[in-house]
């Protein structure tokens, strides 16, 4: 390794400053190493345009478009056409207005329960392995517990006890997603504390609180940031897995609900094609982005996996 | 017999990070000879490219390498084979002591079956049946002094040193012409390495092999080397007698690696740790600090037991300790003989058996809380890897803080930051405030990890194995500013190491740990010139020397 | 070597050989680890019905009209006016005789039910998991033996495509395509109607009903496995002992199949077995879409009653189906690496 010039002089009495602009500096820097994956920023793009289009759901499609009492005179099952751009449903309803709605439980509940998965996991991982001894021998028990269990049938009984409601769905997915972001948080939480610089610290005389908040979580830092972009994914997958069980909010468009209804109406069998193919695209496609992105971004943080 | 011949070897990286692209030359127009039946040491510094040059004796280098100039084996030149035809001379016409301690072994295959494999690709008259291969594995393991049976077991069940005699029979298996050792010793213990310094030594005499080490420290080579070329940054610096090179070198910078490797017994070398750095005048003899008798830490009937898996280890045995004021310190063992643990324990680090005492002033050591932090204040450590003791994200100025912080310093924080590191010889300070550990050299990044202990003004500095990760030529500095700062500041320090020669530099005493037991202490010249003990002795024998080459 | 140096050999290699762990010994701690997993799951499984806000009886009548009679008789036949403790201990005791009381829409006893379709869903996902293993492994170590290749490009890419579809929406597609224009798979159900007679027509009419669901569950389960095997190969390639394997000069497909691979499998097979329940989680909607008459078919009716009993029931069952593959994870991972036989 060779020894650069250290950054010239910056005056003292800056020791925050100094910090701040590193940061700064290191944010561009990722920036710059992102743009030059085509992949991720084709992710990127196509996840911006999508969450530009939800926000902008009530302007685009005013919520009368899908009361029924409007929609008396227009066709049912009508194909994808010039008229109707994505084809209607059984109760004439246009599917792009409800996939415009969809897409908004959708992500709100990605986005929600992956946050709630990422603090459980991160706060979890970190005190399994930080703390040695029996705290950390029964955390780790526990991580690996939730960790094999079917997280799927564990947000089915917990949605299926709880009342109906996107709060219900972001709960359910959140509290049983998140033993694989622990996971991860534990090992690298591992890894840090084995390096000299915690020993060192400790020798200086720092607590766990000191550890923890200046050593381990920015350590954590950028691979829950990966595994968060990756979690979004796997979230929205879980929430129209849920939906599709009957187990969503039934007084809202989700895009697993869009796809029930259809499964109801055996849609796939009688040639509602769309019905059953535009709803599942467009989960593929979010999915799909949100995993680019997240490779990426995992790529970036963890350059031992720079091979992949 | 063939003569092995490097012809203007030029050697390039084509690297291919996201941000930067280009050829990195590992290797630059090195012209080297191993006539038949002779032996080549190459010494160098991490990044001089040695280890590049041996990979491309057998064409092992990586697919982004390219070679420019001719290495030959005999008249066949490496790079011209066939992909077939250099499978042929892999092994069977030169074969490479890997470093077997690391991880140059399969895990999941029994070494005898690692040995097999190698006889199985080269078959000749002399095993060309399955039992006449178990037969030759046999007679391996004899010949690198390890039981039959050994073969049947998987590497991780074995010791370094059992590793690294595997490794060595597998090199033999097929009776090459040429050995090509990578740091063949390289995180062996001292007598460890003896020994298997000693068995190259002598099958290569026996056999009439041609071998070709590397290494970077240049006191192994001097034991095993007709000669030795040195190489930095990809270049050769010197070639010559290994003779010449270790006791005459016209290099500087040979003369700064040979200097690495003090004589014991030397008075020019005695508290006098060789630096190419300037260094600052040193204070009046009649102003230094020196040992003195007030006692600051001190063990009694010392006894660490620490569970590792399902058994427990008893890593120290009834030691009696202790550190007085300007006192240095050295604390000598092997790997495993408790001194990492002693010192861990003195720091509070590690818990101590119920019945040991340790007190700093006279004060039992403080196990938890205010008091804790208040003896963190007095007593210091440095690590032997001030690459991993240093947290990447933090700049120089945070990290020296760091213990400021901790201690809730009350005063001109940055005054401070900037006075310690002066004292480390970080100078001008400010250059340094903001750069990140990466930015910095090895040496420099000690030196931060120094001023972050010396901002707190302890008044013992514990430093373990504080030279053992950096190249040879920085060592000298780092030994000279604890030298320095005994002398300007009066600091004592517990240096943990197991090279005696770092004790000949800097130490006023030295402690020899055997098996979790102190079984010599007293003054630095009484227990390495007149040694008391028989391990001592054996640990005295064991050092390789680069004066091994005038009784040679 | 010197005399004075080989008496003290003992002094250098002061480390004594690891000592073997006995199999019966390892195989008891892995059985205690996976027995604490099986108490979690069973505490899991009370508390999660009983602790949670919300009237079991009342959600149970949510979708059907009940009286307050026939509401106080389910009470008093789920023991719900028992006190908390004695309702887990009968709980406990349930459990332990494989007594999980009665479906409320099958009308019949939910261990019964769980018997008639337990082997259905292990035939399904067993199918499916060997075939997704193979596949994902020997896919995963081709590409990354020639990471960075068309062919690494082209299968990590369709891999991270299935991996981003929804189990459900593929078998609806594949539902579609097959039951709707193309009628070569049947798409419904383990057998037809009416099943042939003889043994062997009876296994090709089930294997022809297996047909879609085994390949939904395989394209959505198999990219994982690609992706941990070809991650944990790369990892591997960089390790030194391929070196010496290529220095002895062994051919480039021998140094991958004999030292690369047996090493790269370690990690993978634990990760492997942990994404088996992602395969089971897919057996809810594969065998829903498909009406495959197994324990997902069971837990969608249960969602859909809403059964609690029976939702119960398949929570326990499905959690300890996973417990005992994790076991036999354990096993398999002894056998391959010898490190684990020592500790």
């Avoid at chain 1, 947000?155 to 972001?170: E, H, K, Q």
């Avoid at chain 1, 033993?179 to 020993?199: I, P």
């Avoid at chain 2, 030994?479 to 800097?506: K, M, P, Q």
Wanted: with cysteine; glycine share 8%; aromatic share 6%.
């Amino acid at each position: 390794m060779t020894a650069t010039t250290p950054t010239p002089v910056i005056q003292a009495g800056s020791a925050r400053t100094m910090a701040w602009r590193r940061r700064s500096a290191a944010a561009k820097d990722f920036w710059r190493e992102f743009r030059q994956y085509p992949s991720g920023m084709t992710g990127l793009v196509v996840l911006a345009v999508i969450i530009i289009l939800a926000l902008l759901a009530p302007v685009l499609a005013p919520t009368r478009m899908l009361d029924l009492t409007q929609l008396l005179d227009s066709p049912r099952y009508a194909p994808p056409s010039w008229s109707h751009l994505f084809g209607t449903d059984d109760q004439g309803r246009e599917l792009w207005v409800r996939m415009l709605w969809g897409s908004r439980v959708s992500l709100v509940v990605g986005f929600a329960a992956t946050a709630m998965s990422m603090i459980i996991g991160t706060i979890i991982g970190i005190a399994a392995g930080h703390f040695t001894g029996w705290v950390g021998g029964l955390l780790m028990r526990i991580v690996d517990f939730f960790l094999v269990l079917p997280s799927l049938i564990l947000a089915i009984v917990l949605s299926s006890v709880l009342s109906r409601g996107v709060m219900t769905i972001v709960i359910a997915i959140g509290l049983t997603s998140w033993a694989g972001t622990a996971r991860v948080v534990r090992s690298q939480t591992l890894s840090v504390e084995s390096r000299d610089y915690v020993e060192r610290a400790r020798v200086l005389g720092a607590g766990h609180w000191h550890i923890i908040i200046k050593h381990l979580l920015p350590a954590v830092m950028p691979l829950v940031l990966a595994n968060t972009t990756l979690t979004v994914g796997s979230a929205i997958i879980a929430e129209s897995t849920l939906s599709f069980l009957g187990l969503g909010d039934p007084s809202k468009q989700s895009w697993g609900t869009i796809l029930k209804n259809s499964m109801d109406l055996s849609a796939a069998t009688s040639g509602y094609w769309w019905y059953v193919l535009i709803p599942g695209l467009a989960i593929l496609l979010v999915v799909l982005s949100f995993t680019l992105v997240g490779r990426v971004v995992e790529t970036i943080v963890n350059p031992t996996l720079r091979s992949r | 017999m063939p003569d092995l011949i490097f012809d203007d070897v030029s050697i390039t990286y084509r690297t291919s990070g996201r941000n930067s692209r280009g050829d990195v030359a590992a290797v630059k127009h090195v012209s080297l000879e191993l006539p038949a039946g002779g032996t080549l040491g190459v010494a160098g510094e991490s990044g001089s490219g040695k280890s590049t040059l041996a990979m491309s004796v057998l064409r092992l280098l990586p697919r982004n390498a390219t070679l420019k100039g001719s290495v030959r084996i005999g008249e066949t030149d490496v790079s011209d084979l066939s992909f077939g035809e250099l499978r042929a001379v892999r092994w069977a016409e030169a074969s490479i002591i890997f470093q077997g301690a690391m991880h140059s072994l399969n895990p999941v295959h029994t070494v005898g079956r690692q040995i097999l494999e190698a006889l199985e690709l080269h078959v000749t008259d002399r095993w060309r049946t399955e039992k006449a291969r178990k037969d030759r594995v046999k007679e391996l393991m004899e010949v690198v002094d390890l039981p039959a049976e050994k073969a049947e077991s998987y590497p991780h069940e074995l010791s370094g040193g059992q590793k690294q005699r595997i490794m060595i029979a597998m090199a033999l298996a097929c009776e090459p012409d040429i050995i090509v050792a990578d740091e063949p010793t390289t995180a062996l213990d001292v007598i460890v390495q003896k020994q298997i310094l000693d068995m190259i030594n002598d099958l290569v005499q026996e056999g009439g092999i041609s071998l070709m080490m590397i290494s970077h420290d240049l006191s192994v080579l001097a034991t095993a080397c007709q000669r030795i070329a040195v190489m930095k940054d990809g270049e050769l610096v010197e070639v010559g007698d290994a003779h010449q090179i270790c006791l005459d070198p016209h290099q500087p910078y040979t003369r700064q690696l040979a200097s690495a490797f003090p004589v014991i017994g030397d008075p020019a070398s005695r508290m006098n740790p060789i630096s190419r750095r300037e260094r600052p005048a040193r204070p009046p003899v009649d102003q230094r600090h020196q040992m003195t008798d007030e006692v600051l830490l001190e063990a009694h009937g010392l006894n660490v037991t620490y569970r590792s898996g399902r058994k427990a280890v008893h890593a120290v045995k009834d030691v009696d300790l202790t550190i007085r004021s300007g006192e240095i310190l050295a604390l000598v063992g092997q790997s495993g003989s408790g001194k990492s643990t002693l010192a861990r324990t003195v720091l509070g680090l590690q818990p101590a058996d119920d019945g040991s005492a340790i007190q700093f002033r006279g004060q039992d050591l403080p196990h938890r809380g205010r008091a804790l932090r208040d003896f963190r204040g007095q007593v210091q450590m440095v690590l032997q890897d001030p690459s991993a003791a240093l947290n990447p994200k933090l700049s120089v100025y945070e990290l020296v803080a760091e213990g400021l912080r901790i201690q809730h310093f009350d005063g001109d924080e940055e005054q401070r930051v900037v006075e310690s590191l002066t004292e480390a010889e970080l100078i001008p300070a400010g250059d340094y405030l903001g750069a990140i550990p990466q930015e910095l050299s090895g040496g420099q990044r000690q030196r931060v990890v120094i001023a972050g202990a010396l901002a707190i003004h302890p008044e013992v500095l514990v430093a373990d194995e504080p030279v053992a990760s950096l190249d040879a030529s920085v060592r000298g500095e780092i030994l000279a500013l604890l030298l320095s700062l005994r002398e300007r500041l009066g600091l004592s320090a517990l240096v943990i190491t197991h090279d005696l020669g770092l004790a000949w530099n800097i130490a006023d005493t030295v402690a020899v740990m055997y098996r979790g037991r102190i079984v010599e202490h007293g003054p630095t010249e009484q227990v390495l010139l007149h040694p008391q003990h028989e391990y001592t002795r054996t640990l005295l024998a064991a050092a390789p020397s680069i004066r091994d080459q005038e009784v040679a | 070597m010197s005399t004075a140096v080989a008496s003290t050999v003992t002094v250098g290699e002061t480390d004594e050989p690891p000592r073997s762990v006995p199999a019966i010994k390892y195989f008891l701690s892995k059985l205690g680890g996976s027995a604490i997993s099986m108490v979690m799951v069973i505490l899991l499984g009370f508390f999660a019905f009983k602790l949670l806000p919300g009237d079991p009886v009342a959600l149970m009548a949510r979708e059907r009209p009940m009286s307050a009679e026939q509401m106080d008789q389910l009470r008093a036949q789920l023991g719900l006016s028992k006190p908390m403790i004695v309702q887990f201990w009968d709980y406990l005791v349930n459990v332990f005789t494989l007594n999980f009381g009665n479906s409320y829409v099958y009308k019949q006893s939910v261990a019964s039910l769980i018997g008639q379709y337990f082997w259905n869903t292990i035939l399904l996902t067993g199918t499916s998991a060997v075939i997704a293993i193979a596949l994902g492994l020997w896919l995963g170590q081709r590409s990354a033996w020639k990471h960075g290749s068309w062919f690494d490009r082209i299968s990590s890419g369709i891999a991270l495509v299935f991996w981003s579809v929804p189990t459900f929406w593929l078998a609806l597609l594949l539902l579609m395509v097959f039951g709707g224009s193309l009628q070569w798979f049947p798409t419904g159900g383990m057998m037809s109607p009416s099943p042939p007679t003889g043994t062997l027509d009876k296994v090709l009419d089930v294997a022809s009903h297996m047909v879609l669901p085994v390949i939904t569950m395989v394209a959505v389960v198999y990219a994982q496995y690609l992706m941990v095997m070809r991650a944990s190969l790369i990892e591997e390639m960089g390790e030194d002992y391929l070196t010496t394997a290529r220095a002895k000069g062994l051919r480039e497909d021998k140094v991958r199949t004999r030292h690369a691979v047996p090493n790269a499998l370690l990690p993978t097979v634990t990760l492997v077995f942990m994404h088996i329940g992602g395969l089971i989680a897919g057996a809810v909607t594969v065998e829903t879409v498909f009406s495959w008459p197994g324990l997902g078919k069971l837990t969608y009716d249960a969602i859909s009653g809403p059964d609690l009993p029976l939702l119960q029931g398949t929570f326990v069952v499905f959690s300890a189906i996973i417990i005992v593959t994790n076991l036999m994870a354990d096993l398999v991972y002894r056998l391959l690496d010898p490190r684990v036989r020592t500790a």
